[in-house]
T-cell receptor, first 113, second 110 residues
């Protein structure tokens, strides 16, 4: 079991649906991240939050909308996705300052049909 | 930008030693990470190099040469459970915005 938990682990949604991915970290970290992992492609950084403030938006389409209500929780709201958005979405956290390790959750497998 | 190259796939035998290489072209980074990822699971942290040289942690060691743009992960006394993908990542300044390579899938056979 990791200190970062994600729900749901698997999600199938239609292109017109609205759904959300949830992440919770139990490590007391200050920074949280969303990464996307597609087949045969490197892990891609999507968003970074530090102390509930978004500090990075890596040119992600607006159909992905993050929310960080507090330093322990992170959401990724999904709306009108495309089939090519099907991927593993990984949440992660870190203590914050440079040099500290990122710890990943087990990911949410998303399939858009 | 940062280009990170790793071999796509490697095979090795149980009990052997394997070296997984990572080369990169970048204008700057604060450290280099190695992660292990079993199929369907989260990446887990293995090692972190800031300075040039070798970092040893049990059966795993990682090496960095900034002047050569090169790192490797060395796995000794291979076990079947070491079959996984190994991800090389560069850590940038700020809140550890990692840039990953595509990963090397290692298959350990009996």
């Amino acid at each position: 079991e990791t200190g970062v938990t994600q729900t749901p682990r698997h999600l199938v949604m239609g292109m017109t649906n609205k759904k959300s991915l949830k992440c919770e970290q139990h490590l007391g970290h200050n920074a949280m991240y969303w990464y996307k992992q597609s087949a045969k492609k490197p892990l891609e950084l999507m968003f970074v939050y530090s102390l509930e403030e978004r500090v990075e938006n890596n040119s992600v389409p607006s159909r992905f909308s993050p929310e960080c209500p507090n330093s322990s929780h992170l959401f990724l709201h999904l709306h009108t996705l495309q089939p090519e958005d099907s991927a593993l979405y990984l949440c992660a956290s870190s203590p914050g300052p440079p040099g500290n390790t990122i710890y990943f959750g087990e990911g949410s497998w998303l399939t858009v049909v | 930008g940062q280009n990170i190259d790793q071999p796509t796939e490697m095979t090795a035998t149980e009990g052997a030693i394997v070296q997984i290489n990572c080369t990169y072209q970048t204008s700057g980074f604060n450290g280099l990470f190695w992660y292990q990822q079993h199929a369907g699971e989260a990446p887990t942290f293995l090692s972190y190099n800031v300075l040039d040289g070798l970092e040893e942690k049990g059966r795993f060691s990682s090496f960095l040469s900034r002047s050569k743009g090169y790192s490797y992960l060395l796995l000794k006394e291979l076990q079947m459970k070491d079959s996984a993908s190994y991800l090389c990542a560069l850590g940038n300044t700020g809140f550890q915005k990692l840039v990953f390579g595509t990963g090397t899938r290692l298959l350990v056979s009996p």
